[in-house]
């Protein structure tokens, strides 16, 4: 069974600049999950998706941060315009379906620089 | 508001000394407790769970944690560590819908 996969693996951009993130999750996984791993930093959720719909936000930084998953299968994250803080590795993660008991699968994350 | 401390940031070990890594929560409700671990180079990937029934829970590699509810706790142990252990360790905490993780353990075991 394939895994999650998400690309690019690794970017650098300067403060200001637009970056945006891919993620395709298992198949047949209606959630897909967004977190943000600061160096030295468990990974904070940012967003949480049910097929295509927004099951939790709350921890978006909306002003600059954007999801989609237009389809209920790929999705993209974007920053725009991204801060010196938003340095960090992205990750993906996609589970059967939102009860506890379904474990999370988590891709290889990307790694964001911003100078 | 729920959230899971890690106290240890990294520990040292020999080859075949015993392991226990804290982990310590706090949430009012129902929980379900994990630990993930991340290898050199590799995804994220779960250790073990806890849902309910037996509170001592074994893992994939010989792991096992213990959850005690009186103590807010989920500490994770092996007997006896490989070099092949090192890796960070996550401890999280699901829920409702979230999962929350602590800030991570970083094991190196000597050869």
């Known amino acids: 069974e394939a895994g999650v996969a998400q690309s690019p693996r690794y970017k650098i951009i300067e403060k200001r600049q637009s970056v945006a993130f891919w993620c395709n999750p298992i198949?047949?996984?209606?959630?897909l999950y967004w977190y943000q791993q600061i160096l030295g930093q468990g990974p904070k959720l940012l967003i949480q998706f049910q097929n295509n719909g927004v099951v939790d936000d709350s921890q978006l930084p909306k002003d600059r941060f954007s999801a989609e998953r237009l389809k209920g299968v790929d999705s993209t994250l974007k920053i725009q315009p991204a801060k010196l803080e938003d340095s960090a590795v992205y990750l993906c993660?996609?589970?059967?379906?939102?009860?506890?008991?379904?474990?999370?699968?988590f891709g290889p994350g990307t790694r964001l620089t911003v100078l | 508001a729920q959230s899971v401390s890690q106290h240890n940031h990294h520990v040292i070990l020999s080859e075949a000394a015993s392991l226990e890594l804290g982990c310590n929560y706090s949430y009012g409700g129902t929980v379900n407790l994990f630990w993930y671990v991340q290898y050199p180079g590799q995804h994220l990937q779960l250790l073990l769970k806890y849902f309910s029934g037996d509170p001592l829970v074994k893992g994939i590699k010989g792991f096992e944690a213990e959850f005690i509810k009186s103590k807010f706790s989920f500490n994770l142990r092996k007997p006896s560590v490989q070099w092949s252990d090192t890796a960070e360790y996550f401890c999280?905490?699901?829920?409702?819908?979230?999962?929350?993780f602590g800030s991570g353990t970083q094991l190196t075991v000597l050869p």
């Open positions: 999280a905490l699901r829920s409702a819908r979230q999962l929350t």
């Open positions: 993660a996609s589970s059967r379906g939102l009860a506890g008991d379904n474990e999370q699968f």
């Open positions: 198949s047949g996984h209606a959630t």
